[in-house]
């Protein structure tokens, strides 16, 4: 499935712009896979005689990132005809529905009467020193 995401990406930016030239580790993170699983992706493709890549070595340089450029005619037509980001054509998201949580803590306190902004955990003794003090004081003690 790894293998496939970095694919995706690849599509993505070969409908944008003709071809990709973005560097593994940003295929890798795009895809959110680790940079092995992107460039074995992309040999194998490479192998399969789907696409071509073009490295830009410089001499005493930082390379510049390779030039992928897909060559297969059904995946060249694949993309023509709106193999479209996101899955498949009807659908306009990827996930499920944006879920809010709601404010349960706010909910309890309107519930047991304490004013907004102060949660009952503040009524509530620190430790059992307190409560021993408490319990003594109630009882007619010190």
């Given at each position: 499935?790894?293998?496939?995401?970095?694919l995706r990406i690849l599509t993505?930016?070969?409908?944008?712009?003709?071809?990709?030239?973005r560097t593994i580790a940003e295929i890798a993170a795009r895809a959110g896979i680790c940079r092995s699983t992107a460039k074995n992706a992309v040999r194998a493709a490479a192998a399969m005689g789907l696409l071509t890549?073009?490295?830009?070595r410089r001499e005493g340089q930082k390379n510049l990132p390779?030039?992928?450029r897909i060559v297969s005619r059904e995946?060249?037509?694949w993309i023509k005809r709106g193999g479209q980001r996101g899955g498949s054509q009807g659908s306009k998201t990827i996930g499920?529905?944006?879920?809010?949580?709601t404010d349960k803590e706010s909910k309890r306190d309107k519930e047991n009467g304490f004013p907004p902004g102060i949660s009952e955990t503040r009524f509530q003794p620190q430790n059992t020193w307190d409560n021993r003090r408490?319990?003594?004081g109630k009882a007619g003690g010190v």
């Open positions: 499935m790894g293998e496939l995401a970095a993505d930016e070969v409908r944008e712009k003709g071809h990709c030239d890549v073009q490295e830009r390779n030039v992928v995946w060249q037509l499920v529905k944006k879920i809010t949580p408490r319990a003594i």
